[in-house]
Every structure is written in C-alpha cells, then in structure tokens.
Nanobody, 123 residues
C-alpha cells in the first residue's frame, strides 16, 4: 500500500486545514486508516482513525473530523480551531490488522505509512 499525504501548511491559531491521503496498491475499503502526528522532541501520537466508524484522541475531539471516500481511495482529516500545540508532522497510516476495521480504538500497529506533511499553527 502506498500512501501520499497532501494539504499541510501554515495557518494561524483558530484557522482550519484539510489533509488528504491518497492510497493505492490494494483494496482501500477494507483498510483501517489513521492519522498520527509527531511534534519536535515528542513521540508520535495517535490523532484519529477510521474503519467502519471514526474515533479520536481526546486532544482533538470536537475540533478534528476524519472521513474516507472509498470511491477515491482517500482519507481526509479536517482540522478546525487549530492551536499552536497542533503543530507537527502529520502522517497517514493504514493497517489490515485483524478486527481493526470494526474497532473504536487505535489498532496495535499500522503497517503502511505516508511520508508525512507539515502542519504549523502560529499564535
């Protein structure tokens, strides 16, 4: 599976961005997809995931929305009310780990990763 992210950039606090992740290489509709991020000096953290249903980290709940378009093999992350602490490299990830598609918690692992896209939120 190949994943290519787009849509990152610089935005002021309170603004919005939408990230996209285009997948290729296998049946997209069966994959559990996720967005993770890594800020400088910090560990990578889960942001949002979607299989049959969507689920979020507490830090972004109510501000971010994840969605997927199986016809376009694409997953999106709509980010609203952005804060400086949202600044990070955002990664799209996918897995076919057994049961992950129907889960409401992050899978034990993601098997496929995009190259990452930088999101910078200025105060």
């Amino acid at each position: 599976v190949q994943l290519v992210e787009s849509g990152g950039g610089l935005v002021q606090a309170g603004g919005s961005l939408r990230l996209s992740c285009a997948a290729s290489g296998r049946t997209f509709s069966s994959l559990s997809m996720g967005w993770l991020r890594q800020a400088p000096g910090k560990e990578r953290e889960f942001v949002a995931g979607i299989g049959r249903n969507a689920y979020y980290a507490d830090s972004v709940k109510g501000r971010f929305g994840i969605s997927r378009d199986n016809a376009k093999n694409t997953v999106y992350l709509q980010m609203n009310s952005l804060k400086p602490e949202d600044t990070a490299v955002y990664y799209c990830a996918a897995t076919d780990y057994s049961g992950s598609y129907y889960s409401l918690i992050p899978p034990p692992r993601y098997d496929y990763w995009g190259q990452g896209t930088q999101v910078t939120v200025s105060s």
